[in-house]
């Protein structure tokens, strides 16, 4: 970096750690995202979801019949409900996101503010980067020579930022999915 350009390099900071972890730290306040069914009684947002105002399938409100899952805030789920029947006794029904329908989420997306371990990360990185002197064990060398300068990495060097206390602080935020 020319001169320790602070604006380029948080710049590239943060599109590390937004490529690293597969999500970025941004607030999308009200925002209408659209989804296709596919048939499964969850959708795979793709985005952090921290609450909704209203869920559309097509046009008909649905709102009351999701919930986002405890476990995951990256999804939207159909609740089961119970429903009368003919007979005397009530049936359990999952409903589906069905493949033939739209479904219009409107809600608050992403992050509320920036974790501090992703504001230590990118403090670590951007220290890194200003001081050329850094300590090899900080990423992933497991042997270096100076003779001819021959450095051997650890196996997973190279899947991260560089800095194994920046990736630490990381692993917590990095999104991983399971592809059903």
């Not at 380029?8 to 900071?13: A, D, G, H, L, Y």
């Not at 209408?32 to 046009?59: A, D, H, K, P, Q």
């Not at 270096?144 to 800095?163: I, M, P, V």
Request: proline residues 3%; contains cysteine; glycine residues 4%.
């Amino acid at each position: 970096f020319p001169s320790h350009d602070t604006s380029q390099m948080e710049r590239r900071v943060r599109q590390t750690i937004d490529t690293i972890c597969g999500q970025n730290f941004q607030y999308f306040p009200s925002k209408t995202l659209t989804y296709e069914g596919y048939n499964n009684r969850t959708i795979y947002l793709g985005i952090r979801l921290n609450s909704f105002t209203e869920v559309l399938e097509n046009t008909d409100d649905i709102t009351a019949q999701v919930s986002i899952p405890h476990d995951s805030k990256y999804y939207i789920q159909r609740d089961a409900q119970t429903i009368a029947t003919l007979t005397t006794k009530s049936q359990l029904v999952k409903p589906r996101f069905d493949n033939d329908y739209v479904y219009a989420i409107k809600g608050n997306w992403g992050w509320y503010h920036v974790p501090s371990n992703v504001t230590d990360a990118a403090g670590l990185m951007i220290a890194d980067w200003m001081n050329d002197d850094t300590v090899y064990t900080k990423h992933g060398v497991t042997a270096a020579s100076r003779d001819t300068h021959s450095l051997e990495y650890a196996d997973t060097a190279l899947n991260g930022t560089g800095n194994l206390e920046a990736d630490v602080l990381l692993m917590d935020y990095t999104v991983y999915r399971d592809w059903e």
